[in-house]
């Protein structure tokens, strides 16, 4: 016990160096973040929330698939990430084009769906930029040395609060222009923007 606690100061460095490395590398944007950032400024915070919780969801069974090593045995299946790749490539391509035609906050007269919970989840279990991310920082990062089986789940554990308050900060930051939505005009040209951007870091994600 006493050596346990005279080695917990030295948990600091690697606890921050994982939390620093999650928010730049798994925080930066790609098909999850920017595709809840446009949701949230196309729809409101009340209505984006299903799809919220459906992203956090898939992002975190992500992250307990690299845990586990699961990533590798579906990398093995013969066209398993290809398949995964183009489901999630579908489905980005027809939120932008919801994203891209979305109504102004204020236009009752043509109401519009928001993306649900099924849509995120399945796109962040798709998102390659998920399993890259994740994987570089679980891998990257060693907290607890000397046991392998504590590290990962602390690991694991810390990660997964992350991927709560990154999504969070993502949907806050596209909720932030909902009062600039609620003018035809600028709707239209900040939907067009973010529908644009969604498709650039999903290309960007692929080609990687």
């Not at 596209?174 to 870091?201: E, T």
Request: hydrophobic share 60%; glycine share 10%; net charge positive.
């Amino acid at each position: 016990m006493d050596a346990s606690l005279a080695d917990l100061p030295g948990l600091w460095r690697p606890l921050a160096g994982l939390l620093l490395a999650s928010l730049v590398v798994m925080g930066s944007p790609g098909p999850s973040t920017i595709s809840l950032t446009a949701v949230g400024a196309s729809f409101g915070i009340r209505r984006s929330l299903p799809y919220a919780c459906g992203l956090v969801v898939g992002t975190t069974v992500v992250l307990l698939a690299v845990a586990a090593g699961l990533v590798a045995l579906v990398a093995a299946i013969p066209h398993g990430a290809l398949a995964l790749g183009v489901l999630s490539a579908a489905y980005i391509l027809y939120l932008a084009v919801r994203i891209a035609t979305a109504p102004p906050l204020d236009d009752r007269a043509r109401p519009a769906a928001a993306p649900a919970f099924l849509g995120g989840l399945l796109l962040a279990v798709a998102n390659p930029k998920a399993y890259v991310a994740i994987a570089a920082v679980f891998a990257g990062t060693t907290v607890v040395a000397g046991d392998p089986g504590l590290d990962a789940a602390v690991k694991t554990a810390l990660l997964g609060g992350m991927i709560v308050l990154i999504h969070a900060g993502w949907l806050l930051a596209g909720v932030s222009l909902s009062r600039v939505l609620r003018d035809p005009r600028s709707a239209r040209l900040i939907n067009l923007v973010l529908a644009a951007a969604l498709v650039a870091v999903t290309a960007a994600a692929f080609a990687g």
